[in-house]
Nanobody, 124 residues
Framework: QVQLVESGGGLAQAGDSLRLSCVAS????????LGWFRQAPGKEREFVAG????????YYEDSVKDRFIISRDNAKNMVYLQMDILKQEDTAVYYC?????????????????WGQGTQVTVSS
């Protein structure tokens, strides 16, 4: 069973950058599509970014696609989320997740493995 652990969250000011990391253990995730989700207080968990395992193609939620970049290093079992030009509305707990679904899965129910989350707080 794949286990995911996120890191890199913290407090940032609007306009700053943060880089989130997620490491997998318990097996190779080279054949999983990986995603980043976030959940703000009182809101549902929402898709942020994904990267497919078979062609490395990336896809993003509209509000972040010009500011965030998802990448992966299969040799290290790592997935990253580079977040630039942070905004207050980016404040949330960020989760990495893994799925074997093909296509561009964006719903939380599409993913089978989840990390515990890392808090990102952006102040004005």
């Amino acid at each position: 069973q794949v286990q995911l652990v996120e890191s890199g969250g913290g407090l940032a000011q609007a306009g700053d950058s943060l880089r989130l990391s997620c490491v997998a253990s318990g097996g190779s995730f080279s054949h999983y599509t990986l995603g980043w989700f976030r959940q703000a207080p009182g809101k549902e968990r929402e898709f942020v970014a994904g990267i497919k395992w078979y062609d490395g193609a990336t896809y993003y939620e509209d509000s972040v696609k010009d500011r965030f970049i998802i990448s992966r290093d299969n040799a290290k079992n790592m997935v990253y989320l580079q977040m630039d030009i942070l905004k207050q509305e980016d404040t949330a707990v960020y989760y990495c997740a893994a799925t074997m679904r093909i296509g561009a899965p964006q719903h939380p129910s599409d993913y089978i493995y989840w990390g515990q989350g890392t808090q990102v707080t952006v102040s004005s």
